[in-house]
């Protein structure tokens, strides 16, 4: 199955970027259960690379910041050596993304108009939550969405990941 860009959070890139650099590093993985959630850690813990878990698009809206945040936090209590960032998609819905912030979800994504995404940001800012914008989303390269492909997709990425962390810090010679 073709990997494709994240879109879940699309509405939102009429924000301008603060700085050129996020600081959101990692492979993209949309995870929909703690199998998926575990998969993607142990291959990030055995590869020594950083990961992003994205919940499916609007999950807030029908799965819930309780459930995302306890699975993410089950998963990371099994895997404690991996670095991850966890975002929950809140769709349009910025109900739902107060109700993140308020769970203690570490990371969300929220599209509308941007006004209310400005204050739903600083909101989150002060909540120690990150508003994650869809062009930072997008700088991580296409999601590889576990329902859609295998385990050997996990692997596959985390490898290329692997192999471009040692590129970018081999030594210059000159």
């Known amino acids: 199955m073709p990997r494709q860009r994240y ?34 850690l142990a291959a990030a813990t055995a590869c020594g690379v950083p990961v992003v878990l994205m919940s499916a698009p609007a999950a807030a ?4 910041p309780g459930w995302f945040r306890a699975l993410i936090d089950v998963a990371r209590s099994a895997h404690p050596g991996a670095r991850s960032l966890a975002i929950l998609d809140c769709g349009d819905l910025p109900g739902r993304a107060l109700a993140a912030i308020r769970a203690g979800v570490e ?13 739903v940001a600083a909101i989150a800012a002060r909540s120690r939550c990150r508003l994650v914008r869809a062009e930072e ?18 692997a596959s990425r985390l490898k290329t990941a692997q192999e471009q962390r040692r590129v970018e810090n081999a030594p210059v010679v000159g």
């Open 137 to 154: 989303i997008d700088t991580l390269g296409p999601a590889i969405d576990l329902r859609l492909e295998s385990d050997t997709a996990i």
């Open 61 to 64: 809206g029908y799965a819930g």
């Open 7 to 40: 879109s879940g959070s699309s509405g939102a890139s009429g924000l301008k970027a603060e700085r050129k650099d996020s600081g959101l590093k990692g492979a993209l993985f949309v995870v929909h259960g703690y199998a998926q959630a575990c998969a993607v």
């Open 107 to 119: 990371a969300i994504t929220l599209r509308g108009p941007n006004p209310t995404i400005a204050k």
